[in-house]
Nanobody, 121 residues
Framework: VQLQASGGGLVQAGGSLRLSCAAS????????MGWFRRAPGKEREFVAA????????YYADSVKGRFTISRDNAKNTVYLQMAGLKPEDTAVYYC???????????????WGQGTQVTVSS
């Protein structure tokens, strides 16, 4: 599966951004799509995940209630709508695909390039 992330940028605290992740190739082999992020000096961390079928979702506590993950099966695209952004949300955001329903980073085996999100205070 090839993944192409887009939509990052610079936004003020309290603002919103929508990230997109377009999947191509063997998309039928992926069950879960996820978003992860890596802030400067920190490890990559889980943000949100969604199942292609059924649309079940799971969020990290740090973004619950502010971020929404969704998918468009017809377009093979997953979105991350981010609202109420905080400076601590500043990171490179990555989308990834896993062959099982999971939110564990170790199970994601296809990764897109990152897209930078910067939140100014």
């Amino acid at each position: 599966v090839q993944l192409q992330a887009s939509g990052g940028g610079l936004v003020q605290a309290g603002g919103s951004l929508r990230l997109s992740c377009a999947a191509s190739g063997r998309t039928f082999s992926s069950t879960t799509m996820g978003w992860f992020r890596r802030a400067p000096g920190k490890e990559r961390e889980f943000v949100a995940a969604i199942r292609w079928t059924g649309g079940s979702t799971y969020y990290a506590d740090s973004v619950k209630g502010r971020f929404t993950i969704s998918r468009d099966n017809a377009k093979n695209t997953v979105y991350l709508q981010m609202a109420g952004l905080k400076p601590e949300d500043t990171a490179v955001y990555y989308c990834a695909a896993a062959p099982i329903y999971t939110w564990s980073i170790t199970n994601f085996d296809s990764w897109g390039q990152g897209t930078q999100v910067t939140v100014s205070s």
